[in-house]
């Protein structure tokens, strides 16, 4: 669980309310805002189509502390690494449910890199199109 008093904003990677396996091909990006075992969905934005930057400029632009996602390419983590966001990589499940885990401190971030065929923009991953 977190800390009373203590505030941040959570970015939540998902396709229709799930949390996606596939970071580039996500569809939604939902804002949270926590506060000690509280949280509240501030905004959800949808992502049009399948680029890969367009995840990481939404989450970026929200600014949040943390990012709760199922993979995320090396691409990606130098970017959030750059603006001082801490990944948690691994999530599955519906996105609230996900947010519940989370701010019980159950949730843990396991490595889950995408790696292996290269796409034209220069995104790396294992899986399946």
């Known amino acids: 669980m977190l800390e009373k008093g203590i505030k941040m904003r959570v970015c939540v990677v998902g396709n229709d309310g799930v949390v996606s396996t596939h970071f580039g091909h996500s569809n939604e990006v939902s804002l949270y805002e926590v506060y000690g075992n ?5 905004e959800t934005v949808q992502i049009i189509g399948h680029e890969h930057e367009g995840v990481p400029r939404v989450v970026c632009s929200f600014e949040p502390d943390v990012i709760i996602c199922g993979s995320l390419g090396e691409k990606a983590k130098k970017r959030f690494e750059e603006h ?4 948690m990589t691994g999530a599955n499940g519906p996105v609230d449910h996900v947010m519940s885990l989370f701010i019980q401190g159950v949730l843990k971030s396991v490595e889950s890199t995408c790696q292996g065929h290269t796409h034209d923009d220069d995104h790396d991953c294992h899986h399946d199109h």
């Not at 509280?38 to 501030?42: A, E, M, Q, T």
């Not at 001082?84 to 990944?87: E, F, R």
């Open 38 to 42: 509280h949280f509240d969905k501030l």
């Open 84 to 87: 001082g966001i801490s990944m």
